[in-house]
């Protein structure tokens, strides 16, 4: 069976400054892996997948994740925080039917 | 604009009463599915549908129903026998002929607070 942990459920960076969100993952199939975004009292937003293609995702808004299988680990990026990045997270995994979500990070950007 | 509408953005209901939320999408997806959001506690799957009269209980699909008469729509029901009803809830689809494309798309969500 797939699952998804997310380290940390809260996160602040300076802005300006690098953005780095934890996600490890167990399947026992070579898995997708999706990084998804949520703003307060809004949906789900893609923000990049995994699909096997290449392990280094370039994602929107200069996000970016790179699947490492020997540490079964999909952690988000991005170079340089922006105010506008203060959102909630989250990282999944597709199973055979349904899709398993992590518990997300909340992402604060400190002026 | 293809895409996916929940109605309303915020529901109110006192407690005992059944509730519909709506969920349509213009996007010709087969799948969709309903999570209930708390928080800290991630999206929990209450149903799915691969196909049009067709569907699935998730991971907490109790105190819930739903149909699947159209492909466009998918509503979901709580009932008085879910106990905790009040959360954020979010309906999403994906087109799972495609392999490339399995991303799910997800809709505004509802907000139901019951008092």
């Known amino acids: 069976a797939q699952s998804v942990t997310q380290l940390g459920s809260h996160v602040s960076v300076s802005e300006g400054a690098l953005v780095l969100l934890r996600c490890n993952y167990s399947?026992?199939?070579?898995?997708?892996l999706f990084w998804y975004v949520q703003y307060p009292n809004q949906g789900l937003q893609l923000l990049l997948k995994?699909?096997?293609?290449?392990?280094l995702v370039k994602g929107i808004n200069g996000f970016e994740a790179e699947f490492k299988k020997s540490e079964t680990s999909f952690h988000l990026t991005k170079p340089s925080a922006h105010m506008s990045d203060a959102a909630e997270y989250f990282c999944?995994?597709?199973?055979?039917?349904?899709?398993?979500f992590g518990t997300g990070t909340r992402l604060k950007v400190l002026a | 604009d293809g895409g996916i509408t929940q109605s309303p953005k915020y529901l109110f209901r006192k407690e005992g009463q059944n509730v519909t939320l709506s969920c349509e999408q213009n996007?010709?997806?087969?799948?969709m599915y309903w999570y209930r959001q708390d928080p800290g506690q991630g999206l929990r799957l209450i149903y799915y549908?691969?196909?049009?009269?067709?569907?699935q209980k998730g991971d907490i699909a109790e105190g819930y129903s739903v149909s699947r008469e159209k492909k466009e729509s998918f509503p979901l029901t709580v009932t008085s026998a879910q106990k905790n009803p009040t959360a954020f809830y979010l309906c999403?689809?994906?087109?799972?002929?495609?392999?490339?494309?399995?991303?799910?798309?997800f809709g505004p969500g509802t907000r139901l607070t019951v008092l």
């Open positions: 549908s691969q196909i049009v009269n067709d569907f």
């Open positions: 399947s026992s199939v070579p898995p997708y």
């Open positions: 995994y699909t096997s293609a290449a392990t």
């Open positions: 999403a689809s994906r087109d799972p002929g495609t392999v490339k494309n399995n991303e799910q798309f």
């Open positions: 999944a995994v597709k199973g055979t039917y349904k899709y398993i």
């Open positions: 996007l010709n997806h087969d799948a």
